[in-house]
């Protein structure tokens, strides 16, 4: 070894010298050292956490590290990778104590190296040893420090990310995105490979589970909910870190096609005593488990999803009680309609009877009369005649009216037939042109509900066109499309502004009713009009089976 010393030229001081001594030791021997602190470092129980290969690299970073920061202690070069062992160490979730017993085992394996080398010459010792020691100290110094930054450095960004989690889930109030918020952002915030929420009722059964980290494939082909027994239950009683759930005797194991998972983070989300769920992490990005401050993080977050699911809830109640209420607001409208449409219907049948029928009894009466005046046979025949042309009007007059009232070829043939019949009535009375095209073939029936509406909705439709269109033709087409019954109904004349239903305060009677009827049935109705372009309304309904 003094060879070593006196050889190395270029060298002033006592200082370089034993850096040189030691730095020519530690080359010489990489190997014997390399193999001794793996010994002693599995001896001290500080890789029983690795498997093989990480042990192997493990060792291939302690020995670098230690060999570069003696031979180049202060090159830019070395520093950083000091600093990124302990951004390393900290991320992986080991401890400052764990990180420095690493270099500290192997302090103690050069040591006893150098002692070996350097024999029994008292004065190589204390020119070398000390040196070591400083080197020794100024390493673990510098380990300590930049773990320390380094936590201190991600607990910053772990509050911080935090915040932005809880913000993120106070500002939506759709309680599926929360959900899934909440399992995306603990991922990211603790540097989870998988993340679970099951979401629990009022009586604590778990009804939804909501992933992250697993695609929707793998998602369908696991198909099964957890039960909240096992670990999993254990969990909704506070939380529960595992090194390794596979391994623990409460583990009930996983469902087929379920990824392999070891690190286990698990937390009740709850709130004043309300359990809403349970918050599972697993599988660490660094391979490790779960740390302390991992499982504390994760907790305050839980706190907060909790008041975000909590508040998402009450929105949604809030919001099912202003739907019932708007249900019941239309109801009460929809009745008072209802009542106004059957008394104008009742007016109508009035002004029915009184200006025809009543006019044609009225002839008829009067003709009886003037039978007690007449002279002559003929002249008694002409006014029979006359009376049972009276009498016929009037009886027809009384068939069209019960026509309109609920005509009897719905109920007996049902509704293509009808809406040809009425088709051709209403172009005899009013002079429109009619135009029919009706696919289902005639006799078909359906539900008694979705003939009788379309019926009245077509016979709305053609009272509008009578009243108010001054049209020259008018059809009604009515088509099988799929599964639904397309009704159309189109006229050439002159066309309106289309109303909006919600804001015309009890006007526009007819269109409201033909909403009413489609929306009782779960269809759509749409009305396109301008002036001078006539008017087209279409209705579409699910074709429903004769009840």
Known sequence: ???????????SGAVERATEVIAAELKLHLGEIRAAWLAQATDRGLLRQLNAGDVEREADLVLRVWFDFVVREHAEETLMQVQWVAQRSVLAGRSIEDTLALFLTMRDVCRERLLAALGGDGHQIGEVLPQF???????????????AEERERLTRERMRALVEAGM???AEQRLD???????????????AHYAALAALDEHGAITQLVTSGVDPEMHARIAVLPTGR?????????????????????????PPNHPVMHSFLGVPIASRGKVYGNLYLTEKYDGGEFSAEDETLVATFASQAAAAIQNARSFENLRLLEESRLRERQHSELLQRVIAAQEEERKRVARELHDHTGQSLTSLIIGLRTLDSVQSVEEVRAAIREMRAHAGQALEELHHLAFELRPSVLDDLGLVAALQRYAEDFGRRTGVRMEVELDPPEGARLAPAVEIALYRIVQEALTNVAKHAEAKTASVLLHLRGSSLLLIIEDDGKGFEVPDFAQSEGKHFGLMGMQERVNLLGGKLTVESSP????????????????
């Open 230 to 254: 096992g670990i999993l239950g254990m969990a909704l009683r506070g939380p529960l870190r595992l090194p390794d759930v596979t391994c623990d005797p409460r583990a009930l194991g996983f």
């Open 168 to 170: 993120l889930l106070t």
């Open 532 to 547: 001078g372009s006539g008017t087209t309304v279409y209705v579409e309904v699910p074709l429903v089976a004769p009840a």
């Open 133 to 147: 020691e400083e080197l020794s100290q100024r390493l673990m110094v510098r380990l300590a420090v930049g773990c």
């Open 1 to 11: 070894m003094a060879g070593v010393v006196q050889d190395v030229p270029g060298q």
């Open 177 to 191: 995105v929360i959900l899934q918020k909440i399992v995306d952002l603990s991922r990211s915030i603790v540097g």
